[in-house]
């Protein structure tokens, strides 16, 4: 099993900044994808960014320019550098990795519990 453990939401104002840090830990052999989803009240979950093994990123149109994620393979870690934040970013940010616990199993997705990030003034 993996395990993902996020941290770094909170409440700032618009035009704030904020860095979201996930972790993976537990049984893990190597990691293919990390990345952020959100989900603000009454809407579907999407993607905001990934990261994907050797250094391909993809960003959700609505965030290009303002946010960067970045990887840390060696602490199996993955953040997402939020700046110039706006009211229609509030949701909740959760990490994502598909990660196999050894050379013969598959890739399956794990989920970090979630955190809120609110952008008000």
């Known amino acids: 099993q993996v395990q993902l453990v996020e941290s770094g939401g909170g409440l700032v104002q618009p035009g704030g900044s904020l860095r979201l840090s996930c972790a993976a830990s537990?049984?893990?052999?190597?990691?293919?994808?990390m990345g952020w989803y959100r989900q603000a009240p009454g809407k579907q979950r999407e993607l905001v960014a990934r990261f994907i093994s050797g250094g391909t990123t993809n960003y959700a149109d609505s965030v290009k320019g303002r946010f960067t994620i970045s990887r840390d393979n060696a602490k199996n870690a993955v953040y997402l550098q939020m700046n110039s934040l706006k009211p229609e970013d509030t949701a909740v940010y959760y990490c994502?990795?598909?990660?196999?616990?050894?050379?013969?199993?598959?890739?399956?997705?794990?989920w970090g519990q979630g955190t809120q990030v609110t952008v008000s003034s």
């Open positions: 537990g049984s893990i052999f190597s990691i293919n994808v």
């Open positions: 994502y990795a598909d990660a196999r616990s050894s050379r013969i199993r598959p890739y399956e997705t794990y």
